[in-house]
């Protein structure tokens, strides 16, 4: 099944079921400024769980374009390195608001996962909240799952409500305990079940959330009960496409290979000094610039431009993250945004916005890869006379201060850095550099401390752009201070 029919069927499952399917809302959300980008289906039902807002149904089922890359849900630096995760993906969901419940939500997942999809169901784990024995009773005497597949996972993450079972969209707003499901990829694979102390690898990989909406979480920390229980489920279309297809990584399913392949080839064209065969396939880096495309495209056709504050600053963070990585590869010219159209390909029936703003998208992703060119080349030259200078000498560490100044002045990745270093035989006295860094930090933290028009907090580092790794957004927080 390809990932197009898996979607179809989901959709067409939940509608069999009474639920109305609703298109996706677009990755920057609506009014809320809690939210940097919608990193969940729920997001465009938020306003319904809290009893605000009245739809015509009371089931919804959607195919949701997610980005999570900063904020309490963030996946950046994930990507490439663990096969399940991405910058952007697509969450199915199905949504009950005061509908049905517990026992019918769990029903309808296994209906789905067993009878449909026909995953064996000695493959699937489930974990439910510690205290929610009603859960844990409808999977085990109702649906039969085995106790030692069923895993009560408490509130080990340091405070009531912390704990992986317990699904919060944010720091405030609808959350409730939740019940999670988890795939068997084999012995092949290093990791241990959940609740293990080895669950971060890649075996057993959460397939499937259901959450019982329960709770209102206001800033103060109290949880307020919702108007009605309510069922909000997300599961990622490209882990279950790369259980459906039978390949352990979300980078192997047909959706990503054309783009992987499109990835390889842009590279290739942008290395002058091309190795035989181009390179290396299955760089983790390619992995990262076909992620990156995504996030880049879907957000800049839903409207936001890169720039130094917010959403764009994020934007440009990540698109400048997946232009290193081609950097490394050999890239020497801008390549990212000749992979717009080579998406809008693949993902454009499912994404009309795409394909309408392919060329809009183009431009923007273009002038933006451009302008980082340029700021590598200005790097590149100081930093080749800095390490001249360090080698006539017969030094081998780069001092901290080129490091840091290379970032904050000019822009210039300090992994970039490193790996030039690397390749000529340095090292960057990382020691000196993080002391520049935090002297830095300080500074801005000193200045940026101020109240925005809407009498939210900004706490933390100021507006300007300092280098690019310090992440600020407009929303109460900041939201994260990346140091790549
Ligand atoms: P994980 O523990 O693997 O990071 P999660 O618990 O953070 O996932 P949820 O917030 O429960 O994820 O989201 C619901 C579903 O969305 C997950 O079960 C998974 O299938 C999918 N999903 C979550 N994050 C990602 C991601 N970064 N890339 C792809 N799919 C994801
Ligand atoms: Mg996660
Ligand atoms: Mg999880
Ligand atoms: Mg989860």
């Given amino acids: 099944m390809k990932a197009s029919e898996i979607r179809h069927t989901f959709l067409k499952f939940f509608e069999s079921k009474g639920h109305q399917i609703v298109a996706s809302s677009p990755v920057i959300p609506g009014d809320d400024p809690t939210l940097l980008f919608t990193n969940a289906g729920m997001n465009q039902f938020k306003d319904v769980f809290l009893g605000f807002d009245k739809r015509a149904y009371s089931r919804a089922t959607t195919s949701q374009k997610c980005i999570r890359a900063g904020g309490k849900h963030n996946d950046l630096d994930n990507v490439g390195y663990t096969a399940r995760h991405h910058t952007f993906f697509e969450m199915l969901g199905n949504f009950s608001f005061g509908d049905y419940f517990k026992k019918d939500a769990i029903a309808y997942a296994w209906e789905l996962l067993t009878g449909h999809f026909k995953l064996p169901a000695d493959k699937l784990w489930v974990t439910v909240y510690a205290e929610d024995d009603e859960a844990y009773e409808i ?9 030692e597949r069923i895993v009560r996972i408490g509130d080990n993450k340091g405070g009531r409500y912390m704990s992986d079972n317990f699904w919060m969209m944010g720091d405030t707003g609808p ?14 694979v290093a990791g241990g079940p959940p609740g293990s102390p080895d669950e971060d690898g890649d075996r057993y990989i959460e397939i499937w959330n259901n959450v019982f909406m329960q709770f209102n979480r206001t800033e103060d920390g109290v949880m307020h009960p919702l108007p009605k229980p309510s069922v909000d489920t997300g599961m990622g279309l490209e882990r279950i496409t790369a259980v459906l297809q039978h390949v352990h990584s979300n ?24 190795a035989e065969g181009g390179c290396d396939a299955s760089s ?27 959403r764009g600053f994020v934007l440009r963070r990540i698109a400048r993250r997946a232009i290193r990585h081609g950097y490394k590869l050999g890239a020497r010219v801008p ?3 000749t992979l717009v159209h080579p998406l809008a390909a693949e993902m454009g029936e499912a994404y009309p916005e795409l394909r309408t703003h392919a060329d809009r998208v183009f431009a923007v992703l273009k002038q933006e890869e451009e302008r980082f060119f340029q700021t590598i080349d200005r790097g590149m030259e100081i930093l080749d006379a800095a390490l001249e200078a360090l080698g006539t000498a017969g030094g081998t560490v780069l001092d901290g201060e080129t490091a840091f100044k290379l970032h904050d002045t000019f822009g210039f990745p300090v992994d970039l850095t490193g790996d030039v270093c690397r390749e000529r035989g340095y090292t960057v006295h990382q020691g000196d550099f993080e002391a520049a860094m935090s002297r830095q930090r300080e500074q801005a933290r000193a200045a940026g401390k101020f109240k925005m028009a809407q009498g939210l907090e900004y706490s933390g580092v100021a507006t300007a752009f300092h280098g690019y790794e310090h992440l600020v957004c407009e929303t109460s927080k900041v939201v994260a201070v990346y140091v790549d």
């Fill in 175 to 188: 959350c409730g305990p939740c019940t999670e499901i988890f795939y068997d990829h084999g012995p092949d």
């Fill in 139 to 147: 999977w085990n005497k109702q649906v039969g799952v085995p106790a």
């Fill in 284 to 310: 983790p880096s390619l992995k990262v610039i076909a992620d990156h495309i995504r996030t880049c495209a879907f957000t800049v056709a839903d409207g936001v431009i890169p720039g130094n504050a917010g």
């Fill in 335 to 337: 390549f990212f945004h």
């Fill in 251 to 274: 980078y192997e399913i047909d959706l990503f290979v054309a783009l992987l392949a499109a990835a390889k080839n842009a590279v290739d064209a942008a290395t002058p000094q091309r």
